[in-house]
């Protein structure tokens, strides 16, 4: 089994630097397509106004996940600047018409709520709000399914599950709206059950409960072909809602049932030679038919981010992997001007509508194909983003880093008046939170975990890495938890076990100092309670610290940023493995089969490292993978 996992990740490595090029730079090339071509990212056809359209969304979502794998500010930046042209001030987003209920409308909202997340403005909030309102009172069947659009009466289509569920289970997540996942569950439940087809697994495109449709079979109510693409959309969105489905939900399992389902049909219908799939999935030899860049893309990106989910077993994993060289080979073409370009995409397929739509093989065979399409390059991004992470997402996997949230427990109400934890967060989008390091974790296979108690033996165990950051004093928090005696003691004795301790304090007036050197006493590390590499405004070359070649720690860095920073005293076993002349910057402590890393400030938060405030010279990003590196390789048996 092990020699066969490490030829799939041999031979995935090779596919994803082939054409003399990579994932990444792929991904990156296409992404600079989209930024050149569509400066303002508004889709619209010549001589007609840019509207509000789930075509951005699609686009977005990839060009999120390459700021997310880059720490490159020109993606956010992208995203802000595209939705902005649409939402005003006051949130009302423009050419938006919530009387049309319209579930392709919905998508985009997903974008907005990374935009109030991390920037805090209200207006983001609000627009994402208004089209959580349209779901409230979106049509629905009889037993609940949401209708396409209200000109569509009784309509499920496989694409709205997509355009819908994610941001539906994202929204309802960060709000804190429990009782809405069962709806979002049964929206999979109810689409499998109509138009699932029991011989082949495969799903049908549409289906019109009141079988009044032309396209409509009069007995069951399906549309007449398993269109690719809309198989496609159902099973990315498959993917995106367990990213944010309750793990003990009564209803989980019945998801992840579906989506091995949808993976064994999609499986049984991939080209055996090139890996890719055909518009009409199951007709490889229907006159006209061919393969479809968008839907393959959708195809390798639900199955490789099933699998870094853990929903999905490694063993689908040659699906995505021949997929995605097939799409490479195929699809991927650089033109004269040094532009990427993705070909193949059908522009658009549909049911019903005016001129109608049958469903007919001839129907689907008509609709245009083009290059660089909007849904395609975004299918494409999203695709490439999950194969550059399947590079990296074993190298730790099956390990975990526990933050604590009790040294650390600072809580803040939310926009809708929820008591939440609050500040060097997991979850947390904004200038103070983690969540980049936490993704940096994640891409190496790490777990991130959070523990809100005092550390005992009992809830350190099983946990490989502990990461205490900014340990409360009064001022931050009126009822902080000191780090007592006893609390040392149970952390020592788990780093001496083989625990990895990360401790990123702060500097004088920012943390509590007295009790929490109870711990670093444990292992010679002394925080002093000063600061140094005071910064005046933004004048950042006062926090500047230059890495010298060789460093074990930041072994591909030469420079990163730390803003207000404590020294410290040091004696044996800790021994400085960074320094700014006199000033010891990181200090490393070895004890029995433990490694303590520890530094003076918490620097390696969003504001420093997700590329929107630092000049690039700073490299904070890449020294946070140096370092997440470095962490796993002092696990015991990690090399």
């Known amino acids: 089994m092990r020699k066969t996992r490490n030829l799939l990740i041999a031979t995935l490595l090779m596919l994803c630097t082939t054409q003399a090029t990579n994932a990444q730079t792929v991904g990156e090339r296409m992404a600079e397509t989209v930024m050149t071509i569509w400066k303002d990212s508004l ?50 987003i423009r050419t938006y018409k919530a009387s049309d209920y319209n579930i392709d409308n919905v998508l985009c909202g997903r974008i907005l709520l990374s935009l109030y997340n991390v920037t805090g403005k209200e207006k983001y909030f609000k627009a994402a709000t208004t089209l959580r309102e349209q779901l409230k009172t979106q049509p629905r069947t009889n037993e609940g399914g949401f209708w396409h659009k209200k000109i569509y009466p009784y309509q499920m289509w496989l694409d709205g599950l997509y355009m819908g569920e994610p941001f539906y289970a994202e929204y309802s997540a960060t709000f804190n709206e429990p009782q809405n996942f069962d709806d979002i569950a049964n929206q999979f439940i109810w689409m499998e059950n109509h138009a699932r087809d029991k011989k082949t697994g495969l799903l049908y495109h549409g289906w019109d409960e009141s079988r009044q449709q032309k396209w409509a079979d009069p007995k069951t109510g399906l549309s007449p072909h398993f269109w690719a693409r809309a198989m496609g959309w159902y099973g990315v969105a498959l993917a995106d809602v367990l990213e944010y489905f309750p793990a003990t939900h009564k209803k989980r399992d019945s998801l992840i ?63 995505a992997t021949k997929g995605y060289a097939g799409i490479l080979k195929e699809f991927v073409e650089t033109d004269a001007n040094g532009q990427t370009n993705l070909k193949g995409t059908v522009t658009v397929s549909g049911l019903g509508g005016n001129p109608y739509r049958d469903g007919s093989y001839e129907y689907y065979m008509s609709e245009k194909v083009i290059t660089n399409d909007p849904k395609g390059i975004g299918a494409f991004l999203q695709a490439s983003n999950e194969m550059e992470l399947q590079k990296t997402i074993n190298t730790a996997k099956g390990r975990s880093v526990l933050l604590d949230d009790y040294f650390n427990s600072e809580k803040k109400k939310d926009i809708v008046g929820v008591l939440k934890p609050y500040h060097y967060k997991w979850y947390e989008m904004y200038n103070n939170g983690f969540s980049f390091l936490g993704h940096v974790f994640n891409s190496y296979g790490v777990q991130t975990k959070t523990l809100s108690d005092a550390p005992t033996a009992k809830n350190l165990k099983g946990s490989d890495i502990y990461l205490i950051v900014d340990a409360d004093n009064a001022t931050d928090n009126p009822t902080p938890n000191y780090m ?10 788990w780093v001496k076990a083989g625990g990895v301790l990360v401790l990123l304090h702060n500097d004088k007036g920012n943390a509590e100092f007295e009790n929490f050197n109870k711990l670093g006493a444990k292992f010679g590390i002394h925080f002093n309670e000063d600061s140094y590499n005071r910064v005046t405004g933004t004048n950042f070359e006062e926090g500047k610290v230059l890495i010298p070649a060789g460093n074990p720690v930041l072994p591909n860095v030469k420079k990163i940023y730390q803003k207000e920073i404590c020294s410290f005293t040091l004696k044996a076993p800790a021994v400085p493995v960074l320094k700014k ?37 700073y490299e904070n990003f ?13 696990i015991p048996g990690k090399k």
């Open 43 to 92: 889709f619209s056809a010549p001589g007609r106004p840019a509207r509000w359209t789930y075509d951005q969304g699609v686009i977005l979502k990839g060009i999120e996940g390459l700021w997310f794998r880059t720490g490159d500010a020109k993606y956010f930046n992208y995203m802000q600047k595209s939705m902005d042209f649409f939402v005003n001030d006051k949130g009302e």
């Open 484 to 493: 007592q005696a006893k609390d040392a003691d149970e952390i020592y004795n």
């Open 581 to 617: 002349d006199d000033l010891v910057v990181f200090a490393v402590a070895k004890v029995g089969k433990g490694t303590v890393f520890a530094t003076g400030d918490p620097w390696l938060y969003n504001e420093y490292t997700d590329g929107r405030k630092l000049p690039q010279e």
């Open 257 to 319: 049932a579906i989506f091995k389902r949808f993976a064994d049909a999609i499986g049984k219908v991939q080209d055996p030679k090139t890996g890719l799939w055909y518009d009409i999935l199951n007709m490889p030899d229907g006159k006209g038919n061919y393969f479809e860049s968008s839907a393959s893309s959708q195809f390798v990106c639900a199955i490789a981010k099933g699998i870094r989910l853990g929903v999905l077993p490694a063993s689908y994993l040659p699906i």
């Open 622 to 634: 890449n020294a946070a993978n140096d370092l997440v590196k470095w962490i796993i390789k002092q």
